[in-house]
C-alpha cells in the first residue's frame, strides 16, 4: 500500500485538502481495499484491473463522441488533433484530423486505417491486427493482467467538463509503466491517461480538452469521407507474417508478462519484427543483418513513454522499442539469441 | 500559360493528362527549368513548414562553387606572371590542376554541407538521452555520445506504433494517443 500510495500523494495532496472529508473517506476506503480487500458496499471501489480495463473499452464500442485529444510528454513534445467516433455496438469508425505537425487525416474503420497526407496527396493504407484482439486479450487479461498490474480506484475529477473516476493502475514489478486513467462516471470512457514511470513521475499524458459525448456522428458520413481522391497515390506497408521459430530466433527465457503476439517480415525495412504484449504495454523486436557502416551507436533513448534500445546480437542488429521501462527492453535484447 | 507558370502548376499537382506531358517537358527542358523545378519545390515546402530542409540543387550549388573557383583562380593567376620561369608551370596547373583541385573542392563541400544538414535534422529532433534523464535507472551501458535519431528509426517506431499496439487500452486511448502523437514517416 505504501509505495503506491507515495505516487498518488504528491499531485493528488493540494486536491485531497481541498476536499477534507471526502478526501479522508477515499483514504480509508483504500487502505481497507488494500488490506482485506473486501466486497466493499461502493461498486466503484471493487472493480478489479480487469473490469476497469474491460469497462473502458465497452465505452468505446458504445458511445460516440467529438472531442480535442492532447498529447503530451515529459520531453516537451506536445500534439492534438481533433477526433470523431461514431459506432454501432458493433463497428466503429473514427476520424482523427491533426492540428498539430504535418497535416494528415486518419481514418479508422474497425481493424482498417487509412491515413490521408495532402501535403504529398498520399494515403497510407494499413490493416492494424493488434485492433481485432480484444477478445483473444480476453483471455490475456484474465491470466496475466491482474498478475503484474493492480488497480485501484484513487478519487475523482472533473475532465473536460465530465465527472471522472481516477483509477491507477500500478505495475506489480519493475519491468512495466503505471498508468493513471480518468474514466468518465457514467460510461466509462477514457478522458485521460498518463503513464507514469516507478517513481511517479508523469512520462505522457493524453487528455481530452473538450468532448461532447453521444454527439451525433453519422458513420456513413465518416466512411463516404473514406474514399480515396482521384490522383492520390495508395501505399500499403508491407508486412508478411511468419514466426520467430521459422526465422531462426528463440528467447532464451521469457521476459516475465509477457507473451509473444505476431510476427512479420518487412521488406520494405529489411527487418523481422517481433511483438511482444503484456496486456498493457507492447514491445517491438526489430532485428536486422549488422552493418559495420550504419549501426555503429548502441544505446538507449527515450521520448515520452517510448523507450529505444540498440544492440548488436551475434551478427546481427537488434532495436528494441516499447512503452517500458529500459531495464525490460534490456531483458528483451538479452535472452534474444540466433538458433540456426 | 508560360514555361514557368507551367512548372508552377506542375510542382503543385495540378496538371492532368497534356497538360502534365507539357509541364514535364518545360520541367525537363533545360536547366532554367530544371532550376524552377527545384525553386517551386523549395518555396512549396518553406510555406508548409517554415523551414528550408532541401538547400539549394547540386548541379546549381557546383556550378557556382565552380564559378567563384574559377573566378578566384582568374585573380590570382596574373600575380606570378611576372616571374617568367614559373609562368609555364601556371599555364599548365591552369588545364589540369585546377580542374581537379576544384572538383576535389566540390565534392568537399557537398560532403560538408550534407554533413551540416545531416548535422542540423538530428540536432533538431534528437529526442532525450535517457542517461541524461535523472529518472531511468543506470542499468545501460549507454554512451554518452548522443544517439542521433535518423528516418530509419522513425520508420521502425512507426512500424512499432503500427503493429504493437495490442493492449487492452488500445481501441480507447492507444490508436487516439498514436494517431495524434505521429509523425509520418517521410
Known sequence: MAPGFARIAPSLARRRVAQGVL?????????VAATAAPRAADPQAERTVSEWLARMHDASRQRSYVGTFVVSSSNGGMSSARIWHACDGQRQVERIESLSGERRSTFRRDEEVLTFLPESRTVRSEHRDSLGVFPELDKLDQATIPEFYSAQRVGSDRVAGFETD???????DALRFG???WSEKRSGLVVKLQTLDEGGKVLEQAAFSELQMDAPVRMHQLLQMMAVPVGWRVEKPQAVKTTPGAEGWALKAPVAGFRSLNCYKRPAEGVLQWIFSDGLASVSLFIEDFDRERHVQEGLFASGATHTLTRRVQDSWVTVVGEVPPQTLKA????????? | ??????????????????????????AC????????????HLVGEVLRTGKAGTGTAPDVFLAKLQRRLRDEQAAAAPQPASRAVVLPVREAANDWVWKLTAGVASMAAVVAVGWNVYGANGAGTQPQLASAQPSAPAVLEASAAPMIRDARLDRLLAAHRQLGGGTALSTSSGFLRNATFEAPSR
Open chain 1, 166 to 172: 481516477i483509477v491507477q493502475v500500478l505495475p506489480k
Open chain 2, 29 to 40: 527542358a533545360d536547366p532554367r527549368g530544371r532550376e524552377a523545378w527545384y525553386s517551386y
Open chain 1, 179 to 181: 498508468y493513471r486513467i
Open chain 2, 1 to 26: 500559360m508560360d514555361n514557368q507558370e507551367l512548372i508552377s502548376a506542375l510542382a503543385d499537382g495540378q496538371l492532368q493528362g497534356e497538360a502534365f506531358a507539357l509541364g514535364v517537358q518545360a
Open chain 1, 23 to 31: 478526501a479522508f473517506w477515499t483514504a480509508g476506503a483504500l487502505t
Open chain 1, 332 to 340: 528483451f535484447s538479452l535472452n534474444l539469441e540466433r538458433r540456426r
